[in-house]
DNA sequence: ACAATTTGACCGTT
DNA sequence: AACGGTCAAATTGT
């Protein structure tokens, strides 16, 4: 998203609320027709997106007198913690969910690349019932070498602009070497200019034929989001602990809005499968 | 030659 | 049986 910070806060918020609406009724036309369920997913993406942004803006007006606290917010943003939606969440399928779900967190970050500034190996790829777009399974090139045992899950969210969505699972126990921060810039800004680069598009474009993976090029950015990461395992799974017992928690992080959460100090948690 | 990626097979869970 | 996650042989890249 554009830095909000950066323009008025209730234009932005009317904009992101404006785009929640358009995406709702785009959503209540294509479930009228049959055979439209990826698109239909997407659209819920960027509806939990606009409004999850419309929260943000919110939460950065905390300042001003009439706002409401952080309960309050949370009171209105998940008001039905017992109703008849969180049910039937619990009782969607999680085929697939099993391995993980007993043994380790998660977190997920949606961003436009999927480099994040640590090392990663492909080791598969699966369409996914419902995706427009497969997923890719990566692990910590390290697993062997350093037994590290992070890996992440990289799904295309969505085209033009390109949007990954990054679930992380475990962290990192190797000594993965990080690009230092006074290089990072630099990089990063080469990174964001590949990306509006045609050629690269080309290769966007490629890459949705037959599944994409660019993993050699995953150090070259996003050390960013390294600040973003829990800095340890227990640090992440004290985090988990306290917010819920049973349940899997992702935190769910755009790398646009980095700027914003290391002000606030804070990551949104949301419930996971 | 070695490292990384691709991709079909296999596995555990539902 | 269907599904998502992982493995590993084959292939491709450096």
């Not at 294509?30 to 942004?53: C, H, M, Y």
């Not at 905390?62 to 039905?80: K, R, Y």
């Not at 619990?90 to 993980?100: A, F, L, S």
């Not at 996914?128 to 692990?139: F, H, Q």
Request: some cysteine; proline content about 3%; aromatic content about 8%.
């Amino acid at each position: 998203m554009e830095d909000f910070l950066g323009e008025n806060p209730h234009k932005k918020l009317i904009k992101e609320l404006a785009e929640g609406k358009r995406f709702t009724v785009q959503l209540q036309s294509l479930l009228k027709q049959p055979n439209e369920s990826v698109l239909a997913d997407e659209l819920i993406r960027k509806i939990w997106g606009s409004f999850t942004q419309a929260i943000t803006v919110l939460h950065s007006l905390g300042n001003s007198a009439n706002s409401l606290t952080q309960s309050q917010i949370e009171e209105v943003d998940q008001p039905n913690s017992g109703s008849e939606l969180k049910k039937k969440k619990e009782k969607q399928d999680r085929r697939g969910c099993y391995k993980r779900r007993k043994t380790s967190g998660s977190w997920m970050r949606e961003s436009e690349t999927m480099n994040d500034g640590c090392a990663w190996r492909k080791y598969g790829q699966k369409k996914i019932l419902n995706s427009k777009y497969p997923r890719c399974y990566y692990r910590c090139t390290h697993k062997y070498d350093q037994e590290c045992r992070a890996t992440k899950q990289v799904q295309i969210i969505q085209k033009n602009p390109i949007m990954y969505h990054t679930t992380y699972f475990g962290n990192h126990t190797c000594n993965s070497t990080k690009i230092p921060k006074h290089t990072y810039n630099s990089q990063f800004n080469h990174a964001m200019v590949k990306h509006s680069d045609s050629t690269v598009l080309k290769e966007e474009e490629e890459e949705e034929s037959k599944g994409q993976s660019d993993n050699a090029s995953s150090i070259v950015d996003s050390n960013l989001w390294q600040d973003f990461m829990p800095s340890s395992p227990s640090a992440h799974d004290s985090t988990l602990a306290a917010n819920y017992n049973a349940a899997y928690y992702e935190e769910i992080i755009s790398s646009r809005d980095m700027e914003d959460l290391a002000k606030f100090g804070e990551i949104e948690a949301i419930e996971f499968c």
